[in-house]
């Protein structure tokens, strides 16, 4: 997206409508990484501030919006610009989305703060800092035009899978053994598939990285886990 244009107006435009996506992307890391925080320390002060603060996102994804359509409207822009300028609100789209799964976590944690006892579950732990470092790293790809770096991320998608199918069953163990149980294994189950959906997304961040550079819409197979079914509905 480093494109010099003519006039100097347009390429301002275009650099403010990246410092927005990075600024949405930022919220978003935080706001991953204080979810499952207060998931593991049953947090529900620090639950109710990550729902709250959710609303940041969602104004940030209507800034991209609008910014986009003023573009479009102005501009007129064609080939490699349109095609970054429509990317930019797909990306939104998904930074939008990780951002309400990470206040789904936060729902959770409150769920889960009047109870005495859960499982160890280091198998969470590791998720958590495998999916916190692709959503970082989607966005240093975007940021770089990096579409190696996109497709390391892209790949790690898979490891995502695998550690929560080992989870799924590790629960579900954990629940059979232990009627008593059932209620605090459904709420971390339900955090642990959010936490797998917002790897998916930022697998879906380096598909449109890659589209961006490449003008290429499929990376390959996307590279998934079997899944285990989930029991539960999503949210």
């Given at each position: ?7 100097q107006?347009?390429d ?11 600024q949405m992307g ?14 593991k ?11 709250s ?5 969602d ?8 910014q ?8 007129q822009?064609?080939a490699?610009d ?10 939104s789209?998904?930074?939008e ?6 206040a ?8 889960l703060?009047?109870l005495t ?6 198998g969470l732990?590791s998720m ?6 692709m959503v ?20 790690n ?10 989870l ?16 605090p ?11 797998e ?9 380096c598909?449109v990285?890659?589209y961006?550079?490449t003008?290429?819409?499929e ?12 029991l539960?509905?999503e949210?």
């Amino acid at each position: 997206m480093a494109t010099e244009h003519i006039v100097q107006a347009y390429d301002d435009e275009l650099s403010h409508l990246t410092t927005t996506i990075l600024q949405m992307g930022g919220l978003v890391e935080s706001q991953v990484s204080a979810a499952m925080e207060a998931i593991k320390t049953r947090d529900s002060a620090e639950a109710e501030k990550i729902i709250s603060k959710d609303r940041e996102i969602d104004a940030l994804e209507a800034a991209v919006e609008r910014q986009v359509m003023k573009m479009l409207a102005l501009r007129q822009p064609m080939a490699d610009d349109l095609r970054a300028i429509i990317c930019a609100l797909r990306i939104s789209g998904d930074l939008e989305r990780m951002g309400d799964l990470a206040a789904n976590i936060a729902k959770r944690t409150i769920a889960l703060a009047s109870l005495t006892e859960l499982p160890a579950l280091p198998g969470l732990n590791s998720m958590t800092r495998l999916v916190q470092v692709m959503v970082k790293e989607s966005l240093d790809a975007y940021v770089d035009g990096n579409d190696l770096k996109a497709l390391q991320v892209w790949r790690n998608d898979e490891k995502v899978d695998e550690i929560y199918n080992s989870l799924f069953r590790e629960l579900l163990t954990y629940m059979f053994e232990d009627p008593s149980r059932i209620t605090p294994c459904t709420h971390l189950l339900f955090a642990a598939k959010n936490l797998e959906r917002i790897a998916d997304h930022a697998t879906n961040v380096c598909e449109v990285i890659h589209y961006i550079a490449t003008g290429e819409r499929e990376m390959g197979d996307r590279p998934k886990a079997d899944t285990t079914p989930l029991l539960v509905p999503e949210e």
